[in-house]
Every structure is written in C-alpha cells, then in structure tokens.
C-alpha cells in the first residue's frame, strides 16, 4: 500500500474530511487531495505530524511490510497478552512469550526475535541478570526493558547492562509503538 492509500484509508476510517484534514495540517486541500492521489507525498516533517494525528507510527503510515518480531518476558499473563495483541494488531511477529527465564532462555536455542520486552521483576528471577544473559550471547536482539521500577538505580545498570530503552508501568499503547518504531528502524 502506497502514502496515498494509506492517507486516504486512515482519514475514512476516523470519519475525517480532506477539508478537515487539510486545516489540521495547515495546508490546502488540493495538498491533500495530490497526496491521496500520489502525485505528491507530504515531507517528513509532515509525515510525524498526519500519523501523530492518526494516532499512527510513522512506518504504518508509510505502509512498511517489514515488521520485527518479538518476544514478552514478564511474569503477569495480561501484561504479555495486552502486549502481544498490541503489537500484532500493528504488523509485528511474536516469537513467544515467557514467564521467566528458563522459557526465554529456550526461545535463545530456536529463534531469535528482533525486540525482547523484558520485566525487571519477574518473581525470583531478575531480569537485570537475564538482559546480560543476552547482552554476554552477543545476540542482535535489542532489549526494552517493561517494568513498574522507576527507581534512578534501576534505568541507570538496565542502561549500562545494554538495555536500549527503559519503558515504566502503567505505559501506554503511544509510547510502546514509538518506542518499538525507533528500535526497528
């Protein structure tokens, strides 16, 4: 799917007008109209602003097929669901989920994801310990950490552990999606 298309779809679907979307964008409606038709393509800078508008990344404006796959490590089941059906609703491939360590460590042996979600606490593991697991393997997974620990100590050795983004609990669908989309670029 094209810009255009993809311009197009997105405004039917939240029930917005050229018109309306052209006002919100700050251009004409013959802008929008081109866009839609491909004859042009908006630039980058306003291509962040329609798929902020549409609540978007800007890879699923851009129509991307390629998504990363992933695996959920987190010892709360509806933390690995609500995940999971978050990022599949996107395009992207779970690879798995874990409860603990001895489950992700055996997706290691099979398949290795693009993305890990990693929770600090995961009952008596810790999975600090388990990001230098991964980090030792020099596996090119690259790790989120998804916690509720927002102590400085704790950002600060996930950091220097190798994580490559630090995401608090409670987090939101916005912040997981550009979070994700930065690391799969």
């Not at 939240?14 to 802008?31: I, K, S």
């Not at 933390?79 to 999971?84: N, V």
């Not at 779970?94 to 929770?119: H, M, V, Y």
Request: hydrophobic share 40%; proline share 2%.
């Amino acid at each position: 799917m094209n810009i255009g298309t993809q311009i197009q779809t997105l405004r039917r679907e939240h029930n917005v007008t050229q018109e309306t979307l052209a006002a919100e964008m700050g251009v004409t409606v013959g802008a929008v109209s081109k866009w839609e038709n491909s004859a042009t393509m908006p630039d980058i800078l306003m291509l962040c602003s329609l798929a902020d508008y549409f609540q978007v990344t800007t890879a699923k404006l851009l129509g991307r097929t390629h998504k990363c796959s992933f695996v959920i490590c987190d010892d709360a089941a509806f933390i690995r669901d609500t995940l999971k059906k978050l990022l599949e609703k996107e395009g992207y491939t779970c690879a798995g989920l874990a409860a603990g360590g001895t489950q992700l460590r055996s997706f290691w042996d099979k398949n290795i994801p693009d993305i890990l979600f990693l929770d600090i606490h995961l009952g008596s593991e810790n999975g600090l310990e388990l990001l230098q697991e991964v980090k030792c393997r020099n596996l090119p997974t690259k790790v989120i950490i998804v916690t509720a620990d927002h102590s400085e100590e704790c950002i600060q050795s996930a950091i220097s552990y190798g994580a490559n983004a630090y995401v608090t609990k409670p987090f939101t669908e916005k912040h997981i999606l550009h979070t994700l989309e930065t690391l799969c670029l």
